[in-house]
């Protein structure tokens, strides 16, 4: 197995979902690859982290408007699946968290890249460099993991740079909160503020 391969299982796996010679065969390539074991203990704290959160007490309303939101499962496997086959792709889009089906993240599995956001059609990656060219707006909120973020046109939610560089050209505008964020623990307090923050709004 390669990492192409194994991150979409290590998603499975912290999900629930992976049994029998995936499992066997992630596990057997975690034993030999660092980036990879290193990625999938960050992500299992995250996931162990929010776990342990009291539970929110959240309204009847609330809870169908999440569970509307939710790609059917039969979607998100076939995602998976074609993730899986197309190991070729290097920047794979997953789904980034089960709440929120129109969320979506990007991997690029060369570089460890992670570009997350609800509207990434007028994001443009090359290596790990993620650009919002001028005269280009995302709408919404924009995360950038271990790249190189070079904003010369709009954000109109907050901007987030975790572990990377920001370059904010005097085009750039950003209607949001602009955070970056480097060491590990206050990475889990993002993620922290960010489960919180879900379900107050
Ligand atoms: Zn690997």
Known sequence: MNCKEALPLIHEYLDGDLQGSDSQRLKEHLIS????????????????????????????????????????????NSWMVFIRRHPAVSVAVVFATVMFGSFMSMWNDDTNLMVKGSNLQDVVIEGDTVTVPQGHTVKGDLVVQRGKLKVEGEVTGNLTVIDGSLNLASTAHISGHVTQVNEALSWVWYKVGEYVGMFSH
Not at 43 to 68: F, G, Y
Not at 69 to 76: I, Q
């Open 33 to 76: 690859c660092q980036a990879c074991h290193a990625l999938f203990r960050q992500l299992e704290k995250t996931d162990a982290m929010v776990r342990m959160l009291p539970p929110v007490r959240v309204s009847d309303t609330l809870t169908a408007q999440i569970m509307s939101g939710l790609p059917p499962v039969k979607k998100r």
